[in-house]
């Protein structure tokens, strides 16, 4: 097997300048990728590692590494009741840029968590949206919005 390191770029920059582009960030795509890579692990640290596999294993590779980086597999799950609860770890991850990316208002940071999970439904199968959403805490559940499974 050889790698294709420029396909695997190729794929990551149409990911992200598609992602930019459904959250009205054309012309900031740093930010959409902070976060981008905010929600994902936020996600990440809220769902079983076999879940999360499944989940990676329909995006780009770049994509699949950024998930992955930094990630303490065997690490206790983040306890996550609502949205509230995840915005925050969303922007815990996000660091200092949280209040720059995410804004002091979490309806913000509520469409861009609807709009993500909207554009992954181009890279995830809808069985695998309906897995994750199923072992999300209730209060949780409309992250991954039913309307956009079924779409």
Do not use: C
Request: aromatic residues 10%.
């Amino acid at each position: 097997m050889g790698f294709n390191f420029d396909q695997y770029t190729a794929e990551g920059n149409t990911f992200l300048n598609d992602y930019a582009k459904q959250m009205s960030m054309e012309n900031d795509r740093d930010r959409a990728g902070r976060i981008m890579t905010s929600i994902l692990y936020a996600l990440r640290d809220i769902i079983s590692p076999t879940e999360s596999m499944q989940f990676i294993a329909q995006l780009p590779m770049i994509i699949k590494a950024i998930y992955v980086n930094g990630w303490a597999i065997g690490k206790k799950r983040t306890r996550v009741k609502n949205l509230k609860d995840f915005i925050q770890l969303a922007k815990k991850h996000d660091g200092t840029a949280a209040t720059n990316d995410f804004g002091y208002d979490d309806d913000a940071a509520e469409d861009y968590i609807q709009t993500t999970f909207l554009f992954l439904k181009n890279y995830v199968s809808q069985g695998e949206l309906e897995d994750i959403r199923d072992v999300l805490p209730k209060g949780l559940k409309n992250i991954i919005p039913s309307h956009i499974i079924n779409e």
